[in-house]
């Protein structure tokens, strides 16, 4: 019996230690999850999503457009070679976007983990935030901003070949429906020419019944068409991002500027605080002196 005893005794201990291990890495996890600013990551995914959409689907949807319109509404290289600069310098505007917002939602996402552990640390006065960091976030409100209205310019513009493509899917759809009773579908025409894609004396310009119809069944209309619509799905999701983004940024702005307030107030009470203390240790010296 006295030996079992303690073995049961370093048993019990051994399992003391080990529950205490795990409440550490219980707490430690804990921890370090009530230091992500989940309102920032949501943002940075919806960013990251809706940039992919708009770059990757815009720059193959303008690459079909090209092919559609050179074999069927421009057979003339110099009728649409600006059509074709346009298109190959909005592709590598896409390019930079991808760029430069891959990074720049990496940088607020960061600046969002500063920013959380900042405030954690204002209210527990462990930390007292820079003039410089409150700039910074300052400075990051006003580029989100422009941003914001960039892309939402740029949602009115992916817009326009939804809507010329739309107006397409639906006259060739409005000829197919047999309760149309259209009794001549040659008279019924798609003139690009009008839209100003290619220039007014490009040939053909247009495509009218049959031919309408085949340019319809073309995978390059068809691809193109539903690139667009995602397009501008992924543009109008940056959007929402970056409002997400501004809201961020201005309720942290705010924590900053409040707990920096909160300090001055504390530091001015602590100090007034010693001044009286001092003032009355003082009177004490003095009334001792005396008796």
């Keep these: 019996m006295d030996g079992t005893k303690p073995a049961m005794e370093s048993s019990a201990e051994e399992n003391q230690d080990e529950g205490q291990e795990s409440k550490g890495c219980f707490e430690c996890c804990i921890k370090c999850l009530g230091g992500v600013p989940y309102a920032s990551l949501v943002a940075t995914i919806l960013c990251f999503s809706g940039v992919a959409l708009f ?45 430069f917002f891959f990074v720049y ?13 900042a405030v954690k640390k204002e209210l527990q006065s462990d930390f007292k935030t820079t ?5 910074i976030t300052a400075f990051f409100m006003f580029l989100t901003y422009i941003l914001f209205l960039a892309f939402f310019a740029i949602v009115g513009f992916t817009a ?33 020419r ?59 702005w705010a924590y900053l500027k409040s707990a920096v307030s909160t300090h001055e107030y504390q530091d001015i009470k602590t100090k007034d605080d010693q001044d009286i203390e001092a003032e009355a240790r003082s009177k004490e010296g003095q009334n001792s002196s005396y008796s």
Excluded at 105 to 117: D, K, N, P, R, S
Excluded at 184 to 191: A, E, G, H, R
Excluded at 212 to 230: A, D, K, P, Q, R
């Design 55 to 99: 770059c990757g689907c815009g720059h193959v949807a303008l690459t079909g457009t090209l092919t559609m319109l050179e074999t069927h509404f421009s057979k003339v290289s110099s009728d649409h070679e600006t059509l074709t600069l346009v298109i190959q310098i909005f592709q590598y505007i896409i390019y930079g976007i991808a760029s």
């Design 105 to 117: 939602a990496i940088v607020l996402l960061a600046e969002g983990f500063y920013t959380t552990a």
């Design 131 to 135: 003039v410089c960091g409150r700039c």
């Design 160 to 192: 326009i070949p939804v809507y010329l493509f739309f107006n397409m899917w639906t006259t060739c759809a409005a000829m197919k429906d047999p309760d149309a009773n259209i009794t001549n579908p040659d008279n019924i025409c798609v003139d690009v």
């Design 194 to 252: 009008q839209y100003g894609v290619i220039p007014m004396n490009a040939t053909p310009g247009k495509a009218c019944g049959a031919t309408l119809g085949e340019i319809c069944n073309t995978s390059e209309f068809y691809l193109s068409y539903h690139l667009y619509i995602v397009a501008l799905a992924g543009a109008g999701a940056t959007v929402i991002s970056l409002i997400h983004y501004l809201m961020i940024l201005s309720a942290n």
